[in-house]
């Protein structure tokens, strides 16, 4: 099994920062594949950015194209998500989750880990 902890949520103002952490913990070499999604208030959980674990490459949504980053940092067993520009819809909470496959896939159901969340609220 593996454990992912998110941390670094809060409430900041649109055109601010956040950075995201994701510590994880127990069978980590399981996980190829670690995701960001989240889910705002009465909407479906969904994917945000993905980076395959060994290979560093990454994958996002539209919406936060050049404005969020996803990194790793093995050594640490840890995923970030560098938010910046952030605006009001980007308010939610955010989880992190991992996958056993090797695809960056942007389906919820095809992950098999999943973190407890972090809240993020962008106020206007």
């Known amino acids: 099994q593996v454990q992912l902890v998110e941390s670094g949520g809060g409430l900041v103002q649109a055109g601010d920062s956040l950075r995201l952490s994701c510590a994880a913990s127990g069978r980590t070499f399981s996980s190829e594949v670690m995701g960001w999604f989240r889910q705002g208030p009465g909407k479906e959980r969904a994917f945000v950015a993905g980076?395959?674990?060994?290979?560093?490459?990454?994958y996002y949504v539209d919406s936060v194209k050049g404005r969020f980053t996803i990194s790793r940092d093995n050594a640490k067993n840890t995923v970030y998500l560098q938010m910046n520009s952030l605006k009001p819809e980007d308010t939610a909470i955010y989880y992190c989750a991992g996958r056993r496959g090797r695809i960056i896939d942007t389906a919820p159901e095809e992950y098999d880990y999943w973190g407890q969340g972090t809240q993020v609220t962008v106020s206007s």
């Open positions: 980076i395959r674990v060994r290979s560093g490459s990454t």
